[in-house]
């Protein structure tokens, strides 16, 4: 290889390692491959190249040139921690935690490592270890805030309030995101409680489950909710509804129940992963990607019957989504929807569950104000249907539903390197 050549392939990697700091990585990707294509086979070249797939999600692409940077270089702990970050977006967490403890073993002062062993447990449902995994790491490096945060996590789940709340204190403290981690705790606490979960808490919790769901709450937890809301709807009488609006639509569960009772169907849900399903039934006239909220402010669209299956325990304020129903159903049109009721005095309540649950004198209040609007369409609120929910856990169960704390980054490990 002449010089020119090896000169051109350093600096593409140079120009790499900026974008891939800069955040640009799929630019940094293009610079890797083009210096990988003129100096094949160099390890630090094939180990950023991963690092930047992983940071784009690319997680497949990224374990193919990470396994190939460990053919080169095997003793390399960043390309094992990458790696495992790779393993870790393909839900391989068993794989991922293996890598881990490779890396730990020869260096158990990475306390990034540590983290990210803890988050592969948590994965694999096993809380207590990943305790210990949060609380070695938080011994390196006490400024670590996203083992705050999941530490957090674990211990709200065990009904630990007091010590779920510390954490998040210090995850605040230490610069963790304030919307989610201010809701954690508001939820931990039971003070402070934003006035709905925050959007960047629902759409990728729903974008992760949208695989699961159906799975998880039909068939493990024998969700029936949008049955229970579309028969009390029906009241046993057939009613044909011109314009049916489904709020919080997820995968379409109420879509093959309103079908056959509304000309026209429409829903709208924050998650695409759970609208992409919704849409794969072929039920619904049109799918909207919108926070509700904004949605109903903004629509042009008249409805005569809006519903809300398990979407309100998102929602502690439901003034705002009333007035919204209200603005987009005709005269007489009906909102329909479920609510996880609760005896507490106040309006709503933020339960260490992450889910509102709402008063039931609430409830009755907005049937008698709604009614006697000159708008006059009839609130029924349906009783919660959420008994089976696996009581105070945010972590759906065993088929790998997982809310991570902070949304998961490739490792802080592995500056980009010359
Ligand atoms: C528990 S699922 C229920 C889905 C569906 N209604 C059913 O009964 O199967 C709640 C859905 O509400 C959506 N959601 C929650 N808050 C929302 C908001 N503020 N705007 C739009 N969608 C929201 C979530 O993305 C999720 O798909």
Redo the contacts with the bound molecule.
């Keep these: 290889m002449d010089d020119a050549t090896f000169e051109r392939a350093r600096a593409l990697f140079f120009e790499g390692n900026a974008l891939l700091q800069a955040g640009d990585w799929q630019a940094a990707e293009a610079r890797f491959e083009a210096s990988l294509a003129l100096v094949p086979g160099r390890a630090s070249t094939l180990l950023n190249l991963g690092a930047a797939r992983v940071a784009g999600g690319r997680h497949a692409a990224a374990l193919s040139v990470l396994e190939q940077a460990l053919e080169v270089a095997p003793a390399d702990l960043d390309a094992w921690s990458y790696k495992a970050a790779a393993l870790a977006g393909l839900g391989r967490h068993a794989e991922a935690l293996a890598c881990h403890d490779h890396v730990l073993g020869s260096a158990p002062e990475r306390a990034p490592n540590w983290l990210r062993r803890g988050q592969a447990l948590q994965a694999l449902e096993r809380p207590a270890e990943a305790l210990d995994a949060y609380a070695r790491a938080l011994t390196l490096d006490p400024t670590l805030a996203p083992a705050w945060s999941q530490r957090g996590d674990i211990l709200r789940d065990a009904g630990r309030l007091a010590e779920a709340a510390k954490a998040y204190e210090q995850a605040l403290a230490h610069g963790a995101d304030p919307v989610l981690n201010g809701y954690y705790l508001a939820a931990t606490t039971g003070r402070g409680a934003p006035p709905?979960?925050p959007v960047q808490y629902?759409e990728p919790f729903?974008d992760e489950y949208a695989d699961t769901f159906e799975q998880h709450l039909v068939d493990a937890l024998d969700y029936r909710?949008?049955q229970r809301l579309v028969e009390r709807l029906a009241g046993g009488a057939r009613h044909r509804w011109r314009s049916a609006l489904d709020l919080?639509?997820?995968?379409g569960?109420?879509g093959p129940l309103l079908r056959p009772l509304a000309d026209r169907l429409h829903g709208?849900?924050?998650?695409g992963r759970?609208l992409e399903r919704a849409r794969a039934r072929g039920v619904y006239d049109a799918l909207v990607q919108?926070?509700?909220?904004a949605h109903l402010a903004g629509s042009t669209e008249r409805h005569d019957l809006v519903v809300a299956?398990?979407?309100f325990i998102?929602?502690g304020d439901l003034d705002p989504v009333i007035a919204g129903a209200a603005r987009v159903l005709d005269a007489g049109g009906t909102l329909a929807f479920t609510v996880e009721a609760t005896a507490a005095a106040a309006t709503f309540q933020l339960l260490p569950s992450l889910r509102y649950a709402h008063a039931r004198t609430t409830c009755g209040l907005w049937v008698e104000a709604t009614a006697s609007t000159s708008r006059c369409w009839p609130v029924r609120p349906c009783a919660t249907t959420r008994a089976a929910r696996s009581r105070g856990s945010t972590r759906c169960g065993g088929a790998g539903m997982r809310r991570s704390a902070e949304p998961c980054r490739p490792p802080p490990l592995g500056e980009a390197r010359a």
């Design positions: 709905s979960a629902v729903f909710a949008p919080g639509c997820g995968t569960l109420c709208v849900d924050l998650s759970m919108a926070e509700i909220g299956a398990d979407v998102y929602i």
